[in-house]
């Protein structure tokens, strides 16, 4: 069994000493809400947003992107679990905007094995073999927070599921200072009807 193994499985004993009547959680849910945001090690969405268990959904995958499947996710938490109101929530110092489509598909034809990256940008060991199927994937990499705030905001905004009574709020987390920072356009884009 590997350190990190042990240090889980640890931990969730610990966890389940304490779990008390959290089996009991509803699985809606209680505030009604859902956060799309990035997967960063760094935010912590519980605690940037006030949040016990039971209380929100937290949707996240590389960037907090509106990609289909994080809009499959907000569909399901509004049409099956009730929640009214969505939130995407970006950060400064984001990983996605350190590359792009191309750079990505570079990489994964050098090999499969961890990239490094440095100031003169992105490295491959190019040792094992690689891929050529990264050059048919959008990555969905950032160029600008802010813009990419709104271009989801506005994705979710104009997906044919998504009813126009839920309104859609567009925010960037501050990583320095752990403040969110709203992105007044997409929030205005995501206005409820």
Known sequence: MSKIVEEVMSANAAYVADFGDKGAL??????????????????????????????????????????????????????????RE???????????????????????????????????????????????????VEWLTIGDQAKSVLADVQRIRNSSMVPGDIPIYGYIYDCKTGKLIEVPEATEAGRAE
């Open 86 to 136: 969505w939130f995407v929530i970006h950060h400064t110092d984001c990983g996605m905007e350190t590359f792009n489509n191309e750079i990505m598909a570079d990489l994964l034809a050098g090999s499969l094995r961890t990239a490094s990256v440095d100031e003169t940008g992105w490295h491959d060991s190019n040792a094992g073999g690689g891929t050529t199927d990264g050059a048919f």
């Open 26 to 83: 509803p699985m809606p849910p209680g505030r009604h809400f859902a956060i799309l945001t990035c997967m960063d090690a760094r935010l912590d969405p519980a605690k940037y947003a006030g949040l016990a268990e039971g209380d929100a959904h937290v949707i996240r995958n590389a960037g907090g992107r509106a990609s289909d499947d994080a809009i499959r996710s907000l569909v399901i938490s509004y049409k099956l679990l009730g929640t």
